[in-house]
């Protein structure tokens, strides 16, 4: 009789038994735990977030980029590189090589698909791309996130300094991440006996194809290229070699011939050696408002830690330093130094370099932590919580930005705010009151009139060093005061004058009290005044 109510006990006992073995089954996370991310990682998403919104919000200038576009759009019209700067006859006879005709044809498709908006969401995208590539390429791994913050930050801060939109400049900075990636993925100068991976062969030498028609910049990616070929001589020499063991050594000759290639194929363009001449006018005269570094400056003050940074890191560092490593370094700062468009040249340099030395001397801040294993110990409820947080920033980052309106509807972004002060009621005037001849206005307005009008002919855009040496004097009396401006504007025989107001105010009460005969007021607003020649009756 006994004997039953035992089994019965034995039975539940068992069933309990059951029951606790799978309990911590049905309590284990679906997710694994490579998605928990951690208040630093948050703070990195919320970083790249921050970025996107502020160079998307930044205000495209109304100087370069809209000539570049007028370029670009000439030659798909065309089929053919201009011989003079476009829309600027004045300068017809001057020497004109459009070497960045690759990334203008690139600007006037973007602008073609999408106007003034696709501009910026373009260099929005590239700017924000950009940062990406020195995080998860440029910067190993093995560094603190922390570490590898800064290093972005960096980058970015140089983005900014620089930003002018959706230039050549910045569309060459996609050639130089090109160039930089198999470079800092195998980096085989800091191995013995360690020749130039295949993808250094074949990524390298294309992006700088590409770089050599897109920006004169471009001789940048030859010259590190034969610095680590010189670093690796350096390094086998050091190990007690001769130097016709050096020559002879197959990692060495490797290097040099990848060099060599890399110097050849800057040729591949339609000017030949044109481009390095127009590169080097550039570094020594620019006529793209780039300037040598100037130390007190935001830009120098990055070079400067860079250089800091580098110099503590020899002292302190364990890590053995690479001959190819110090060349590098060594040719993008005197580049950063003729010329500030290779700043950022010198941060992925510098971030490929200093990063790698770092090792061990900053614990690592982000080891996971082990996960428990004990049956008693619970979950962590908050374990998922900053990858929430992190899906919530990059949500919240593309509902402020402008091409949330698109999907999320609202009110898409005015011209006026999306460029930085647009003459728009100006444009609004010439394009309905078009004249043959010349339109005298601003340079910093000139860009953008000859962009909203495709036929206007300007006196002056920002290609305005190229115009003769007369025109320019008269250019420069002219918007100065000058009192005999009706017989500078007869000898160029210009029909129309354009004036800023505010820049100029001291003008334009000038010619507004002189105004008369074959001139008269045409339109005039709050900020700008337009006068154009009495048509003959």
Not at 392 to 406: M, T, V
Request: glycine share 6%; hydrophobic share 50%.
């Amino acid at each position: 009789m006994l004997a039953a109510p035992e089994q019965e006990q034995l039975g539940m006992e068992s069933a309990n038994d059951k029951t606790n073995d799978a309990s911590p089954r049905d309590t284990t996370p679906l997710l694994s735990d490579r998605y928990a991310l951690s208040p630093l990682d948050f703070a990195i998403v919320s970083f790249f977030v921050v970025a996107f919104l502020l160079f998307y919000y930044l205000p495209l200038s109304t100087v370069g980029v809209w000539r570049d576009i007028s370029v670009g759009r000439t030659i798909l019209a065309e089929s053919q590189l201009p011989s003079h700067p476009v829309q600027m006859p004045l300068a017809a006879t001057s020497l004109y090589r459009p070497t960045n005709w690759l990334a203008d044809i690139s600007l006037a498709l973007v602008n073609r698909a999408g106007g003034p908006e696709a501009i910026s969401l373009a260099s929005t995208l590239v700017a924000t791309g950009y940062l990406l590539f020195v995080y998860f390429v440029l910067c190993p791994s093995s560094s603190p996130k922390w570490l590898r913050l800064i290093a972005v930050a960096l980058a970015a801060a140089t983005l900014l300094f620089c930003w002018q939109g959706l230039t050549p400049e910045l569309a060459s900075s996609v050639r130089l991440a090109l160039f930089l990636t198999p470079l800092a993925i195998f980096a085989g100068w800091r191995q013995s006996n360690m020749a130039p991976s295949i993808w250094s062969w074949i990524v390298a030498p294309l992006a700088i194809v590409a770089w050599a028609n897109t920006h004169w910049t471009f001789v940048a990616g030859p010259l590190l290229m034969s610095a680590i070929a010189v670093g690796v001589a350096c390094d086998s020499r050091l190990t007690g070699r001769s130097w016709g063991e050096t020559c002879g050594d197959r990692q060495v000759q490797a290097w040099v011939w990848l060099a060599q290639l890399c110097w050849f194929v800057t040729l591949l363009n339609p000017f030949g050696f044109g481009v390095w001449a127009e590169a080097l006018a550039q570094i020594v005269h620019p006529l793209d408002g780039s300037t040598p570094l100037v130390l007190a400056s935001g830009l120098g003050a990055i070079v400067a830690l860079l250089v800091a940074a580098l110099a503590c890191l020899l002292r302190r560092s364990q890590t053995p330093v690479h001959g190819g490593d110090i060349a590098m370094f060594v040719v993008a700062i005197s580049l950063a130094a003729c010329n500030t468009h290779f700043v950022l040249t010198l941060v992925a340099v510098a971030t490929m370099i200093c990063l790698p030395m770092t090792a061990g001397l900053f614990a690592r801040s982000d080891k996971a932590e082990p996960v428990a294993t004990s049956d008693t110990q619970e979950p962590r409820p908050l374990r998922f919580a900053f990858t929430l947080l992190s899906l919530l920033a990059i949500w919240i980052g593309f509902a402020l930005s402008p091409i949330s309106a698109s999907v999320l509807g609202g009110t898409p972004r005015m011209l006026a705010s999306a460029i930085e002060d647009p003459p728009l009621g100006v444009v609004r005037f010439l394009h309905e009151n078009r004249r043959e001849r010349f339109i005298l206005a601003p340079v910093v307005w000139s860009d953008f009139i000859a962009y909203a009008d495709a036929d206007a002919e300007m006196f002056a855009t920002s290609d305005f060093d190229r115009l003769p040496q007369q025109a320019k004097f008269d250019f420069r009396r002219l918007y100065q005061g000058g009192s005999q401006w009706q017989r500078i504007l007869d000898r160029y025989d210009v029909d129309t004058l354009v004036i800023d107001k505010r820049a100029h105010g001291d003008f334009a009460t000038q010619v507004l009290g002189d105004v008369g005969g074959d001139w008269q007021l045409a339109w005039e607003n709050a900020r700008a005044l337009v006068l154009q020649r009495r048509s003959a009756a």
